[in-house]
């Protein structure tokens, strides 16, 4: 298995990974409700079809975020890499941010 870096090129890589079709990660009710923000990185091999085939959360991260932003990142569509022409499998890291909005202001009174 191919793993991605930068400054492939000289390497062989004919084209590198890119995301055909990302589905969003939801905030999970429950931890919108409970002010449960935070950042997941998931670890991600790309199958040479381009299908996320596995993951893997790396590091911490809240257990319902990480469900979400897994469950999301598995169902992305790649362009697979190709080495020296053939689509090849890589491992790729996709961040997932998951922030609650601000509070809206309320209106200034007026009179």
Same mark, same amino acid.
């Given at each position: 298995?191919?793993?991605?870096?930068?400054?492939?090129?000289?390497?062989?890589?004919?084209?590198?990974?890119?995301?055909?079709?990302?589905? $969003?990660? $939801?905030?999970?009710?429950?931890?919108?409700?409970?002010?449960?923000?935070?950042?997941?990185?998931?670890?991600?091999?790309?199958?040479?079809?381009?299908?996320?085939?596995?993951?893997?959360?790396?590091?911490?991260?809240?257990?319902?975020?990480?469900?979400?932003?897994?469950?999301?990142?598995?169902?992305?569509?790649?362009?697979?890499?190709?080495?020296?022409?053939?689509?090849?499998?890589?491992?790729?890291?996709?961040?997932?941010?998951?922030?609650?909005?601000?509070?809206?202001?309320?209106?200034?009174?007026?009179?």
């Amino acid at each position: 298995m191919k793993e991605s870096a930068p400054g492939e090129g000289a390497l062989g890589l004919d084209q590198p990974t890119r995301v055909l079709h990302a589905v $969003p990660s $939801p905030y999970p009710g429950e931890a919108r409700r409970a002010g449960i923000e935070g950042r997941v990185l998931v670890e991600m091999e790309v199958d040479e079809r381009g299908n996320v085939a596995r993951t893997m959360v790396v590091g911490e991260a809240p257990k319902l975020l990480a469900d979400a932003a897994v469950s999301a990142l598995t169902q992305w569509k790649f362009r697979p890499h190709t080495y020296r022409g053939a689509p090849v499998k890589v491992r790729l890291r996709q961040p997932i941010t998951f922030k609650l909005d601000p509070p809206d202001e309320p209106a200034p009174l007026t009179r």
